[in-house]
């Protein structure tokens, strides 16, 4: 199964809404799901997620800070990980797990101590104060097949800048779902997304 290098990150989503929201997501084209642990029983809501579309989405968690967070989530059946800093110990949980590891940096010595670690890809955050001039910079020291993913500030008005710097991919927070937003509203800001995900890429 490939994935669109698209994580919609629904951060503040209640197990009711889990579901239908994450349906609306996959038929729209995304599959890199993630519940941030911050998030109303978030735990529930990733089960659910990751029992019901096995095979067809990526189900993980954010907001991911410990050894024992990644414990949790790897019980979840969560399949990835998205922390909001480059800590090597939660990276290495999370590889030891069998799930995929997605850190926050923000400088190359974050970049270099994650992918040292053992990070599947660098989630650099926030995008939006780093910017595409200082995410290229950065890039050009960095092993070229590590994926980069600008989180913080991505939407697809800026893909385009963000794909020119070298990112292969963004994470979705508020642009994609707040809490309260009904499947049909995240199912049309998801069709944008991956519209313009598509465009860019073809270029």
Same mark, same amino acid.
């Given at each position: 199964?490939?994935?669109?290098?698209?994580?919609?990150?629904?951060?503040?989503?209640?197990?009711?809404?889990?579901?239908?929201?994450?349906? @609306?997501?996959?038929?729209?084209?995304?599959?890199?799901?993630?519940?941030?642990?911050?998030?109303?029983?978030?735990?529930?809501?990733?089960?659910?997620?990751?029992?019901?579309?096995?095979?067809?989405?990526?189900?993980?968690?954010?907001?991911?800070? /410990?050894?024992?967070?990644?414990?949790?989530? @790897?019980?979840?059946?969560?399949?990835?990980?998205?922390?909001?800093?480059?800590?090597?110990?939660?990276?290495?949980?999370?590889?030891?797990?069998?799930?995929?590891?997605?850190?926050?940096?923000?400088?190359?010595?974050?970049?270099?101590?994650?992918?040292? /670690?053992?990070?599947?890809?660098?989630?650099?955050?926030?995008?939006?104060?780093?910017?595409?001039?200082?995410?290229?910079?950065?890039?050009?020291?960095?092993?070229?097949?590590?994926?980069?993913?600008?989180?913080?500030?991505?939407?697809?008005?800026?893909?385009?800048?963000?794909?020119?710097?070298?990112?292969?991919?963004?994470?979705?927070?508020?642009?994609?779902?707040?809490?309260?937003?009904?499947?049909?509203?995240?199912?049309?800001?998801?069709?944008?997304?991956?519209? @313009?995900?598509?465009?860019?890429?073809?270029?």
């Amino acid at each position: 199964m490939t994935h669109r290098h698209i994580i919609a990150i629904l951060r503040g989503i209640t197990p009711p809404e889990t579901l239908e929201v994450c349906e @609306a997501l996959v038929l729209a084209g995304i599959t890199m799901i993630e519940v941030p642990l911050n998030s109303p029983e978030a735990l529930r809501s990733i089960e659910d997620a990751a029992k019901l579309f096995e095979g067809r989405a990526l189900i993980g968690a954010g907001t991911v800070l /410990s050894r024992a967070d990644v414990d949790a989530v @790897a019980d979840a059946g969560g399949q990835f990980v998205v922390s909001p800093d480059t800590n090597p110990a939660v990276i290495g949980a999370t590889i030891e797990r069998g799930m995929t590891s997605y850190p926050g940096v923000f400088s190359p010595t974050d970049a270099f101590t994650a992918i040292r /670690s053992g990070a599947t890809g660098l989630k650099f955050f926030p995008a939006e104060v780093l910017g595409p001039k200082g995410i290229k910079a950065m890039k050009a020291v960095l092993p070229p097949d590590i994926p980069l993913y600008a989180v913080g500030g991505a939407n697809p008005d800026n893909f385009t800048e963000y794909f020119a710097a070298g990112c292969a991919g963004f994470g979705l927070g508020t642009y994609i779902f707040k809490p309260g937003m009904s499947a049909a509203d995240v199912a049309l800001r998801a069709t944008a997304a991956v519209a @313009a995900y598509d465009q860019g890429k073809s270029r």
